[in-house]
Nanobody, 124 residues
Framework: QVQLVESGGRLVQAGDSLRLSCAAS????????AGWFRQAPGKEREFVAV????????LVADSVKGRFTIARDNAKNTLYLQMNSLKPEDTAVYYC?????????????????WGQGTQVTVSS
């Protein structure tokens, strides 16, 4: 199993940049496809980005395409989410997740492991 701990969330202004990190412990993160989801108050958890085990391929939600980039450093056992040009609608709790299951990469239910989340608040 793998344990995940997110960090880096904070209050920023619209247009700012922020990088989230997700540190893995236990089993190596390189064993998993890993991604980021977010959940705003009163809304369902939504897919943000995913990166496969080798880091060669990524998928990013249309709502953040061109602004957010997902990356991983398997040597450091860490997942990242670089967020640029932040908007107030990006305000949410951001979760990192890992999976070993096959199937849709954007479906939260197929992710086996989750962090506790980190709050990102973007003021206008």
């Amino acid at each position: 199993q793998v344990q995940l701990v997110e960090s880096g969330g904070r209050l920023v202004q619209a247009g700012d940049s922020l990088r989230l990190s997700c540190a893995a412990s236990g089993r190596s993160l390189s064993s998993y496809t890993a991604g980021w989801f977010r959940q705003a108050p009163g809304k369902e958890r939504e897919f943000v980005a995913v990166i496969i085990r080798t880091g060669i391929s990524t998928l990013v939600a249309d709502s953040v395409k061109g602004r957010f980039t997902i990356a991983r450093d398997n040597a450091k056992n860490t997942l990242y989410l670089q967020m640029n040009s932040l908007k107030p609608e990006d305000t949410a709790v951001y979760y990192c997740a890992a999976r070993s299951a096959v199937g849709s990469l954007t479906t939260a239910e197929l992710y086996n492991y989750w962090g506790q989340g980190t709050q990102v608040t973007v003021s206008s």
